[in-house]
């Protein structure tokens, strides 16, 4: 009988794993993302891509965000595994060499839920809602934290042993 539990056990293990039905989360969501670029490799990751008004869309390009890729949306936990949401495949993450970004919901009547991806914060996800209005102060707070993040980072990266021999 013992024996019997054991095999059935094992039965449903194999079963679950090969047909994924054993996931939290399903691998695609039906939400469409629409993924914009800057200089600095930072994004804006906004979704669903067909919920993007035109304000939203010329105001990203205005602060220098162009968009690069448009995919399908997928259920993604922060590095701490603390968060989870809507995002890019961490593929595409890795192809545009995007560690740092912003994520936009588009709710109706233009509302927004935002969240930030950043290496060192994992996946963070405010919980209000925010007009385009409020969001662009936002967006530049943000864009400032991780400019003056990668500043902090750069300077230490680069000291020199002996100060007084560097050349100028």
Do not use: C
């Not at 890729?69 to 989870?84: D, H, I, S």
């Not at 967006?139 to 993040?149: A, G, N, P, V």
């Amino acid at each position: 009988m013992q024996i019997k539990k054991i095999l059935i056990f094992f039965f449903f293990a194999v079963a679950f794993s090969s047909t994924g039905m054993g996931k939290a989360a399903p691998t695609h969501s039906g939400y469409k993302y629409q993924l914009y670029k800057n200089f600095e490799n930072f994004g804006i990751l906004i979704f669903p891509e067909d919920r993007i008004f035109a304000g939203l869309g010329k105001y990203i390009q205005k602060i220098g965000f162009n968009p690069v890729e448009t995919g399908q949306a997928v259920m993604r936990f922060g590095l701490k595994n603390k968060n989870q949401t809507l995002m890019m495949p961490e593929s595409v993450q890795n192809k545009h060499s995007m560690d740092r970004f912003i994520i936009l919901q588009v709710i109706a009547n233009d509302n927004m839920v935002v969240g930030i991806f950043d290496p060192e914060w994992g996946l963070t996800l405010p919980g209000p809602m925010y007009q385009l209005n409020t969001l662009k102060d936002n967006i530049s707070k943000t864009l400032h934290l991780f400019r003056k993040h990668l500043k902090k980072r750069e300077t230490r990266g680069h000291q020199t042993i002996n100060p007084e021999r560097a050349n100028f």
